[in-house]
């Protein structure tokens, strides 16, 4: 019976709450256990595009955790997860440490197509440089968003999308794939390999924010038309 560790924020966490309620579809609740990082807000920043939903718009992890019998941990650092559980899942986590990845077959999905966009804000990033958006399920080592590939899963694109439509199909893509994690383990795809190297982005500024959003238009055509079949068009869209 595989036992899986699911390391998360206590504070209300979307992104947790959405995975472990599919998780719960496949393993009972004798086979999870949970480990409950503190949470630090970010500070606010100005921004015009919300990408993500807004993850504080959910319930406290340790709440479900008790719902569903699954023992949850608060710990003050990652260092005092044990190890000895055959997985780990990165759903709320800030960098690891390197004493945390060490014995540990942990997993993270990243929102962007490794290696050509890493670092933060993935999607808007991908949409500025003209890169294929997509997840990727990859295993977490000491580098930032360099751990070995499993599986990318890309998001699909239409002529007809506004940001705010693909910026949802692309979460949901985010929270498909960590909750199928071991199917994906054991199917691995990534129709990118061999794709260039990028260098990791910090937060995209309100500038240069303006500047992909002006460019959106011409990046789903661009997508579109150069990976297609692979991104099916959508009713009412032209070749």
């Not at 540990?104 to 999905?109: D, L, P, V, W």
């Not at 199917?187 to 794709?195: D, K, L, M, R, V």
């Not at 982005?201 to 959003?213: C, P, S």
Request: aromatic fraction near 10%.
């Amino acid at each position: 019976m595989k036992t899986i560790g699911i390391i998360t924020y206590h504070y209300p966490h979307l992104k947790t709450e959405q995975v472990l309620l599919n998780l719960l579809k496949k393993y009972s609740p004798a086979q999870l256990k949970m480990y409950a990082l503190p949470f630090v807000p970010r500070k606010e920043r100005n921004i015009q595009i919300n990408h993500r939903p807004d993850q504080s718009v959910s319930i406290l992890p340790e709440v479900m955790a008790a719902a569903h019998g699954i023992p949850y941990t608060t710990v003050a650092h990652d260092y005092e997860i044990p190890d000895g559980l055959d997985y780990y899942l990165i759903l709320g986590a800030g960098i690891l440490s390197e004493a945390f990845v060490k014995n540990k077959k942990t997993f993270n999905c990243h929102p962007g197509v490794i290696p050509a966009v890493r670092g933060l804000d993935a999607f808007k990033w991908s949409i500025l440089e003209m890169k294929p958006l997509g997840v990727t399920l990859h295993f977490i080592d000491e580098k930032v968003d360099a751990g070995d590939i499993i599986s990318i899963l890309p998001t699909n694109i239409y002529l007809t999308d506004t940001i705010e439509t693909l910026s949802r199909r692309h979460y949901e893509n985010e929270i498909s794939i960590m909750s199928n994690f071991e199917y994906y383990l054991e199917h691995p795809t990534n129709i990118f390999e061999g794709i260039a190297q990028g260098e990791p982005h910090r937060r995209m500024d309100a500038a240069t924010e303006a500047v992909m959003i002006g460019r959106f238009e011409e990046y789903k055509l661009l997508m579109v038309k150069s990976l297609s079949p692979t991104f099916p068009k959508g009713e009412g869209d032209v070749a």
